[in-house]
């Protein structure tokens, strides 16, 4: 990861004190690496991972039936299954956390959505803890098969207790010009689903360069939209993956 933290050095000369610790961002990059697909055929481009303390990276997740290798520290972000499950973490952890805007969205990349309820296997009040994370693990699984895979524009987080960043347009710029284009490059997918306007602001001029028309910008899903909107949002990616499954049929 020497790219990584070459990188992460000199971001952290804009950041100074408000910036995480390498420790955080290299375990957020290999719970990124463990997901990784070996063939990457879609790639979901959000912002960033959510802050990660050494306080967090400091409590235990236990092992998951099914995921050998599967890192065993806490971090603040959607392949950390822990994030937003408690019960897989060693002692008590007193915050509520996790990402389910971002669960809603791997789950649209691989079910067709109807209605909101089209979510309840994913959902805290519709399911057991158990069932609820065989599912969860099932479904990183089959997003993994068939070639879908998150990368964040920013490789430090951007988010700090709920408040951005000053300088978050900079190091998702920097970020992107001195490590995650290259990530994009060598994975080489089929397409890319930016993640809001914001990461779309910064890097869409060169991300075309790399993926001419194959790209689509899709809204934050906790962006100021109405239900019906982030409904058809959720429904757009379904159909980007379907017509790229489809296209190898043909």
Avoid at 53 to 66: H, P, T, V
Avoid at 195 to 215: D, P, R, S, T, W
């Amino acid at each position: 990861m020497n790219g990584l933290h070459t990188c992460y050095e000199q971001i952290v000369n804009l950041l100074r004190s408000d910036a995480e610790t390498f420790e955080s961002v290299e375990l957020v990059e290999q719970y990124r690496q463990f997901w990784r697909p070996d063939n990457v055929r879609v790639v979901i481009l959000a912002e960033s991972h959510v802050f990660t303390s050494k306080s967090d990276r400091n409590y235990r997740i236990k092992e998951i039936d099914g995921l050998s290798g599967y890192p065993n520290q806490y971090a603040r972000f959607v392949y950390c299954l822990a994030y937003g499950e408690n019960s897989l973490i060693e002692g008590d952890h007193p915050s509520k956390d996790g990402t389910p805007h971002f669960w809603k969205i791997f789950f649209s990349c691989e079910n067709e959505i109807l209605s909101n309820e089209s979510f309840a296997p994913i959902l805290k009040k519709n399911n057991s803890t158990q069932q609820r994370i065989r599912n969860k693990v099932q479904l990183l699984q089959s997003l993994q098969t068939n070639g879908i895979w998150l990368v964040d524009a920013s490789i430090v987080a951007l988010y700090n207790k709920g408040k951005k960043l000053k300088k978050m347009n900079q190091i998702i710029q920097f970020s992107w010009s001195n490590y995650t284009r290259t990530v994009i490059e060598e994975a080489r997918p089929d397409y890319v689903i930016v993640v809001g306007k914001g990461v779309a602001n910064v890097v869409e001029q060169e991300l075309k360069k790399i993926m001419k028309k194959n790209y689509s910008v899709i809204a934050q899903p906790n962006a100021h939209l109405s239900s019906e909107q982030h409904l058809n949002n959720f429904k757009t990616y379904r159909s980007i993956i379907k017509k790229i499954s489809d296209s190898d049929r043909a």
